[in-house]
Each structure stands twice: as structure tokens, then as C-alpha cells.
């Protein structure tokens, strides 16, 4: 926009040859023709939007000329430059400085400067490697520009060289290794359940604080990085395709304490899987994925790590789990969810109909099991005949009120035939992608007596003094009755106090001052994601280990079926290092007596009851 100190807020002429693009037909796309203050006020101004329709062009039009009677150019200008869009998480010409050059903007050279004005045009693709053609033509573009409007000379000009942008961490971010993750969750969680605008968040004045607990989080980092020189001491070290990711919660209030998302950004000092202590190189990034949360919003296959949402479903229709039964049979064939749920599994081959077969880990799991055993366990047949039982739809809303977004995990939504798992049998199997983080929730959800509270990084958010509402949502995940909602999770908690048992899939995280968890493993068959989740009554602990390759599993050797498959290995071992160090120090913390309620279910076929 070169004639921006002479022109309004918008261009005539802009618009006209925009007008005149989309009359003649663009594929179906509306054509641009913004100048810079129309562009600011779509990005600093809330409720003006960024679709491409006619509405919300005029209504920037008209937003951009009275910003333009109000305000001085240079306030426009100072203002755009501050919060427009870099590309690379960068906002404003002062993190795109740090993060492409390692500089503040004051040190830049007039090359360097000129990168980031031409990276304005395509900010999501321009400092990406295979769009450098793209990126220096339009730097030539922009000195060309500057050469037409006598700030450049020519011989200035053809002297430059294109300065090679680089991919580092703003150091206003913070020190530590874990901030620029934490920065990003606060700023979605800003603009997703504040609704804050651009402009609210970078010239607001507000004062957010977390509730990140950089105590915990530093012990958390130490938990994985311990377990992964552990592994290298076995001779098996986690590849670069697997990944890491661990969310502690506060059941009370849903509070996220600490995380483990990622082994650091680019431009952070951070640890390897073989322990070795590097600095983080943008091509180090690409292969790790490591800007990518892998504790909030990566989803995963869960394993069985999901079978507390069914025996939840069952226990708030009136499953009683000290007295029922579950069909533990091997191998079984469930029911599709077509068929009333009153249905019983068989043991003898279905190969029409829609049925699903399950087979369990053991030929030696085999019969009947009560709620708590086969929880332990981890008897597949016995919560997948439960799954039906309970009610496919039944168990999709009860994982949305633990907090799932079940149409992003693909249990209520159409998500194409690979990923569909609405009315699937093997959701109960963890076969749908969740986060680590919902784990964390649901787990908290049960060890706070049913209460679900939302998870969330803000702690407070005040603006010249005056605070703003937390927009935390708290509700009764079992009962609405508050006395029978306690009492029916105390149930759920108790199935899920034996994970450390002798028979369980986790004896490894039993801790050693006796204190009581509720935890449960979870495996996929293939082995390319591995769960434990564990808590104390005060504190809730998920973790998981995956691999970023769809067709990619984790080593055979690193832990296999053992102990319950991962996730009672090495995702077992990550959490108890760190409950050890943080949790046993607490003290010894009582769950509630279990209270049960509710009828015997027996879901044994009258054929093989005994």
C-alpha cells in the first residue's frame, strides 16, 4: 500500500479493480483491493470478521474510513505494524524481528526489515523453506518499491543480499523451556472462551496470570527426561517419531497445574530422547513436530485408558459394581449398536449382521469378571460387551460431559471412513483420538465425586485493576442429584483402585507410602500410543506416549504386552518418578468409602452362567 499516507481509509481504485476481478469470475473467490487501514481494522477491531462475503466488506469499509478521519496516519501505521500477523506465531514487527533475526526491530538492517514486510503478503507460507523463491521475489518486490519512493537508491539496492530469516523464540515469551507452549494455550483460551479481540490481547493492558505452576512443571520435565535416560540405559531409546505428553490437573477447579507439550520451540535449549542437551534448530522442529502442544491439543488413541467413560455410562444408569457381573468371555462378538442393548454378545462366530469381535489380551482371561477385576485387568471383551449394554450413544454423551470433544474425536461426527468411530464397538477399546489433556480432565472429574469442572490455563485476568469473570463451567457428570452423583463416582473410583495390583496392568506405580490412586493403562493394538493415568485425591495425572507416523509403531522391545502393554511401562514409569517426587510428600490422602448403589447387572449369557 504505497499510497498509504496519501489515500483515505480504503482505495477506490483498489476496490473498482477488485469489483472488476470478481464480476469477471476469480474460482469462486472474492478479490481483495484492502488498503493498510482496512486491514488493520479486520484484525484490531472485534466483530468485523475476515470471510470473504460483501457484508463484512462493507462493514470494514465503513469501520476503516471513520478510523481514518479519527486517527493519525503514523497511529494507524504503529498500531498495524504491532499486531498484524508474521507467520511462525510471531505478532507484531517486534516478535517477527526475534523470531526470523534473533534481534529487536531497532537492529535490523534494511535487507533484513524488508523480509518482514514482504513475509506481510503470505505469512503462512512465505518463511517456510520450499516458498523461499516465493519469499525473495517478493523482497525484491519490496525494494524495488522502496527504490520507486526515494527511500532506497538503486546501487542500494543491487548491493543487498537476502538475508536467510531464521526461526527462533522472541525472548519475551520467557525462559523457560515450556513458556512459548503455555503463551500459546493462554492466547487460544483468550480468543476461544473470552471471545477476546486482536487488540484486546496485544494493546489492552491486561494483566493475565496462569495457573502454571513452573515448581511442578520443572519437576514434570525432569519425570520425562529421567524415564528417557532410563530407557537409553536399556538399550532402547524412544525414536524421533515418538512423542511425549503429560497434563496434571487440579480436580477441584480444573486448573491445569502443570504439562509436558513438547520438548522445547526453536531457538530453546532442550533435552533429547537420548539425553543429549541441544539447542533447537528450526529443522529439528519440522522433524519433532515440537511446536506442536502435544499435551492439549494433539489427539491420540487412548486404549483402554477410555474403559472409565463406559463403566461410568453403566454407573449412572444403575449399574451396582460391587455386585454385577461382565462378560469377560474370550473371544466374543458385540452386538452392533443397532440391536437393543439388552442384546447379549456370543461366543461363537457372528459373520453377518454387524457384529464386532474382541479378543483379549490372554487366552487365560476367560470368564466372568466383576467391574473392579476386569477394570484392572484390562479385560477388553468384558468393556466392549458393556459398551452395548450401556448404549453407544449413552457413552458418546457421557464422554462429552467428561469434557471430550467427541465430534473432533470423531464419536458423534462423520469423519470419513479411516477415522469413523461413531456407533464403533471399539471406542470402548480407545480407538477413538483423544487428548491427553480430556484424560486429565475425566480423571478429575471422577477423583473431585463427579463434578466436572472446565480445564483451563487463566487464573486471572484483570484490566487497570477491574478483574474479569473467570469463564470456568462446573457440572454433575453422574447424577444431578448432588448426594447420588458423589456416591455413584465413589463407585467408578473404587473399580479403579486396583490398577496396582498384583493382577492390574500397573503394579509398577504402586507408590511407597501406600497412598491409594485410581489409575488405568491403555494400549492400542498396534502399539502407537501408550496411557497411563493415575491420581490422589488432591491432584490428577495423565500421561501418554505416541508416535506422529499413522503406520508407525513404538519399538517391540521398549515394553510390548508386558505389564499391561505401555502404558504400563513407560508411561506408568514417567508419572510414578514424578508422583513420587510430588505426590508421596503430600501425605497420605483417603478416597471417599465407597457407597453402592444400584441393581446387579449380570451380562453372562444365561448359557454359561454357572
Known sequence: DRNFFNEGGVSPTGIVRAAYSDVRGSNGSLQGGSTITQEFVRNYYAGIGTQQSPNRKIKEIFVAMKVAKNKSKQWILTNYLNTIYLGEGAYGIGAAAETYYGEPVSKLS????????AIIQQPSTYPLPQYR????????????????????????????????????????????????????????????VYRFSQSQIYTGGYVIRTTIDNAKMKALYQAVQQNE?????????????????????????????????????????????L?????????????????????????EQVGSSFKPYVLSTAVSQGMNVQTSTLNGFDPLWIPPATLPTSTYASTTPQTTGGYYKVTNDSAAENGPYTATVAMAASINTAYTDLWHHAGAAAVANMAAAFGVNTDAACIT???????????????????????????ATMLATIDDGGVYHSAHVIASITQNNVPTTLMVTSHLVFNPDPTLNKEEATQVQYAMSQDTASYGTAPGAALSNGQEIIAKTGTTNTAQSAFFIGAIPSEALAVGIFTDKFAQSLPADLGGNAQGGYGGTWPAAIWHTYAENQFVPLGIQPFPTPVFTGAAWNNVPPNLRK
Not at 525494494?143 to 537508491?153: A, P
Not at 526453536?266 to 533435552?271: I, N, S
Request: glycine share 10%.
Open 110 to 117: 534494511i535487507a533484513q526489515a524488508a523480509v518482514i514486510a
Open 133 to 192: 523463491p516465493e519469499l525473495k521475489m517478493r523482497w525484491q518486490y519490496v525494494l524495488n518499491g522502496m527504490v520507486k519512493m526515494g527511500t532506497l537508491t538503486a546501487p542500494q539496492a543491487n548491493a543487498m543480499k537476502f538475508p536467510v530469516p531464521g526461526d527462533n523464540v522472541p525472548q519475551t515469551v520467557g525462559d523457560q523451556v515450556w513458556d512459548p507452549y503455555v503463551l500459546n494455550v493462554v492466547y487460544n483460551e483468550l480468543t476461544d
Open 229 to 273: 535416560a532410563l530407557m537409553v540405559q536399556g538399550g532402547v531409546a524412544l525414536p524421533d517419531y515418538a512423542q511425549i505428553g503429560a497434563v496434571l490437573e487440579n480436580p477441584k477447579d480444573g486448573s491445569i497445574e502443570a504439562m509436558y507439550p513438547g520438548p522445547g520451540y526453536p531457538g530453546k535449549g532442550y533435552v533429547t530422547h
Open 275 to 299: 539425553g543429549k542437551k541441544r539447542t533447537m534448530t528450526a529443522s529439528q522442529c519440522r522433524q519433532l513436530h515440537c511446536e506442536v502442544n502435544m499435551a492439549v491439543y494433539n489427539r
Open 413 to 439: 461426527a462423520d469423519c470419513g471412513k479411516t477415522l469413523a468411530m461413531k456407533n464403533e464397538a471399539g471406542i470402548a477399546l480407545g480407538q477413538a483420538a483423544l487428548t491427553v489433556g480430556e484424560q
